[in-house]
Each structure stands twice: as C-alpha cells, then as structure tokens.
C-alpha cells in the first residue's frame, strides 16, 4: 500500500514564495508527481521527480529526496492565478506502477 | 484537438438507477483511468486499463464496472446508485502508465 501526506492549506502574497511538501510512504517507488487544479477545473500536470534532485520549470520547481521519502514543489513570484490546490501523486507499487495514487491536495490561497 | 472527453458534464439520479459515464480520448493513448474527487479527499482512484481489453480495480471499485473494448472509449457503469456515489468524476489517459495524465473535464453526479 501507499500514503501520501501534504499540508491541507497554505496561503502567501503576491510576489512570495511557497513550498509545499509531500511525504509518502510506498512499498515501491516510481517518481513523485504535482498536479496542479483550479477551483471547477480539471487536474493538470506540473512536474515529475524520479531521481534526488530538484526540477525547474519556470517559476515552479520540484524537489525529491528518496532517502527521506519527501518532495516539494516550491512556487516562486507567487501570482493571484496560482490560487489553486496541488496534488502530489505516486505510483502504487502492488499494481505493477500501473496506477497513480493522490494525496488529498494543498489548497494554495494567493492575496494581494 | 478533443483530448479527453467527458460526457454528460451533469447529472442526477435516483437512488436505484444506472448510469453509464462517457470517456472518449483523441490521443491514442493506452492508459486510462477514473477517478472520484469528494471535498477534502483528493482523488480517489476506481478503475483503469493499461490497453484494450485490459482493466484493473483501483482504490475504490466498489458499485462501478468498466470495459475497454476500443483503445478511445474507456466508459464508466454505475450499477445502481447510492447518494454515497455523489461526487465529481474525472476520467484521465495517458500514452502509456508511466505517462503525465490528461483529465477530461469532469462529470458532476448528484444521486438523491
């Protein structure tokens, strides 16, 4: 089986930066993934960590630490638009990594 | 270009009925799955396919049925509802399982 923990709410200003962690514990592992979902949308894809590391894409990054089974997505130069909630996500390991399991979400609120 | 495409976006039923949820993709994808999002819970994952005619329960299966006859359709069958089903379902492929997911927009379902 798998679990995944994150912050249930975070909130900031324009122009900070924020991080939001996710730790998990799985019996595999396959890479952690952020999605990102606007209130009403559709989950979308933001980034995905197999190895220790951090990942920019812009003004998003994602960090892995394998060892300590932790990950974050850091948002830099936050903007109103990136109210939202985020996901990390895992592959279930008793399925053959077939199938993406989610966290419950962070729901990210940005003031100005 | 579709993409993912849920229908009916809507819906409401009586405690008994049943239902066939749509899910069409235009990518050739071979991966595809459910899931449900209830407040506070994320996502939950209800069944997906790895290919045509292949499926596989996920976290929560319990009172739906899946089939995968085409590598475009992946429909999702409420067998008879319970207020219990109401929740927001989001159907989601990928080219392969190792893939981002693309998630159609979303089916509302309220069962009274």
């Given amino acids: 089986g798998q679990s995944l923990e994150q912050p249930s709410e975070v909130t900031a200003v324009e122009g900070a930066i924020v991080q939001i962690n996710c730790t998990y514990q799985t019996s595999g592992f396959y890479g952690l993934s952020w999605y990102q979902q606007h209130d009403g949308g559709a989950p979308t894809f933001l980034s995905y960590n197999a190895l220790d590391g951090l990942e920019e894409t812009g003004r998003f990054s994602s960090f892995l630490s394998r060892s300590d089974s932790y990950g974050y997505l850091l948002l830099q130069e936050l903007q109103m638009k990136d109210s939202a909630s985020y996901f990390c996500a895992v592959r279930d390991n008793n399925q053959a990594g077939t199938a993406l399991i989610f966290g419950k979400g962070t729901t990210l609120s940005v003031s100005s | ?112």
Avoid at chain 2, 2 to 20: C, D, H, I, R, Y
Avoid at chain 2, 21 to 41: I, K, T, V
Avoid at chain 2, 54 to 59: L, N, R, Y
């Fill in chain 2, 1 to 112: 270009n579709a993409g993912v495409t849920q229908t009916p976006k809507f819906q409401v039923l009586k405690t008994g009925q049943s239902m066939t949820l749509q899910c069409a993709q235009d990518m050739n994808h071979e991966y595809m799955s459910w899931y449900r999002q209830d407040p506070g819970m994320g996502l939950r994952l209800i069944h997906y396919s790895v290919g045509a005619g292949i499926t596989d329960q996920g976290e929560v299966p319990n009172g739906y049925n899946v089939s995968r006859s085409t590598t475009e359709d992946f429909p999702l069958r409420l067998l008879s509802a319970a207020p219990s089903q109401t929740s927001v379902y989001f159907c989601a492929s990928a080219t392969d399982y190792n893939s981002p997911l693309h998630f159609g927009n979303g089916t509302r379902l309220t069962v009274t």
